[in-house]
């Protein structure tokens, strides 16, 4: 769904909330999440577990699934955001915050049957031209990852190669095939 009337940043946060999430473009146009199907929700619950057990004991820092990100002029809401620690908005107590109006260290996205690769493609290089570190793709029907970085080649991971996050998350390990193989029940 795509609402064609153009919204500004406060006019679109200002609308009731929908599901799936609803997102600003940076043209300012609105678009509706493609609903997650089995194995989106599989892979994107699979990542964010991974991350999280060896990023919060280690106070790195913290995956979080479907939350929206608002910078760049853009409001987004990624398959799954990663913040640093220290990048992780919080309220005077000292809590998470409800909004994040920055740009997160990484940004995941997984393809789903409805959408267009070249679509998430684009979403990812203006993810890394507007602050993000890191964008991944992540496409499960090529059982593939395309990884996106300032000033470095893209780079089309497959099977042994390890996912790269850069110093976001130094020394995790998880590889492509590792990834993929959550599709698999035991």
């Known amino acids: ?5 153009r919204l500004t940043i406060d006019e679109f946060l200002a609308l009731p909330a929908e599901e799936p999430a609803l997102e600003l473009e940076p043209d300012w146009t ?6 997650p199907q089995g194995q989106h929700s599989t892979l994107q619950y699979t990542l964010c577990e991974r ?31 990663v913040f640093r620690r220290e990048h992780i908005p919080r309220t005077p107590e000292g809590d998470v915050a409800n909004v994040f109006e920055v740009a997160p260290d990484i940004a995941i996205e997984i393809v789903s049957p409805e959408q267009s690769t ?3 493609v684009r979403r990812c290089v203006w993810y890394v031209d ?10 499960p029907a090529d059982r593939s990852v395309l990884r996106f970085a300032k000033s ?3 780079r089309a991971q497959r099977l042994d190669e390890a996912l790269d996050f850069g110093s976001v998350l130094a020394g995790f390990h998880l590889t492509v095939g590792e990834l993929f193989a959550a599709l698999r029940l035991p």
């Open 1 to 5: 769904m795509a609402i064609t009337q």
């Open 51 to 81: 991350i999280n057990t060896f990023a919060v004991p280690r106070r790195l820092g913290m995956a979080f699934p479907e939350l929206r990100v608002i910078f760049g002029g853009a409001a987004y809401v990624p398959d799954i955001s």
């Open 130 to 139: 507007n602050g993000v570190e890191r964008a991944l793709l992540v496409d």
């Open 118 to 120: 070249n679509a998430l």
């Open 152 to 154: 470095t080649a893209l």
């Open 30 to 35: 609105v678009v509706q999440k493609v609903s």
